[in-house]
């Protein structure tokens, strides 16, 4: 008999995965996202001498 290799998910793993999805989708929704090149130039300007605010959210 050739033993089998256990699973290294389990359905309470993938319940868990598919309720954080959800949530995130409902995040991206509700609030929107920020542009990756928006926030790159946030944090680069972070410790200069010409911080700028955090950029704003786009639905």
Known sequence: MIAMPKPTQSVADDEAKARAIHEARESVA???VI???DMMA???S??????T???????
């Open 35 to 37: 542009a990756h090149q």
């Open 42 to 44: 946030w944090l680069g």
């Open 53 to 59: 605010p955090p950029p704003e959210p786009c639905k």
């Open 30 to 32: 509700r609030d929107g």
């Open 46 to 51: 972070l410790g200069t001498d010409h911080e």
